[in-house]
């Protein structure tokens, strides 16, 4: 595995809370098989690049059949041969501290 995604996706003009639309894309996240780990701002999602950016556009096809204006953030960070990078960038912090 060699990307690093931190992800998130909600709409907008859907009320206060998003959270039945933001459970929609985690659904799928989860159904993926892919490694991530749930963040109250976004998800971590850990893969290759082809697996991981083909998952964003599931999540975009998803919340796009009912939302007319959906917002998205993706930072990504890749590293040749790196695998377990959820757990083991954490450790390493924690590690140090």
């Not at 990307?3 to 459970?23: Q, R, T, W």
């Not at 098989?33 to 850990?46: D, H, R, V, Y």
């Not at 599931?58 to 953030?73: A, H, I």
């Not at 450790?91 to 501290?97: D, G, L, R």
């Amino acid at each position: 595995m060699s990307v690093l995604i931190h992800f998130s996706i909600f709409p907008l003009g859907k009320g206060e809370s998003v959270s039945p639309y933001v459970a929609r894309a985690v659904k799928i996240i989860r159904e993926s098989g892919l490694k991530f780990s749930l963040g109250p701002m976004g998800t971590s999602i850990e893969g290759e690049w082809n697996e991981v950016i083909t998952l964003v556009g599931g999540c975009f096809q998803e919340l796009k059949k009912d939302c007319d204006r959906v917002y998205m953030t993706i930072t990504a960070d890749y590293r040749r041969g790196g695998s377990g990078r959820i757990e083991s960038k954490v450790k390493s912090i924690e590690s140090k501290i």
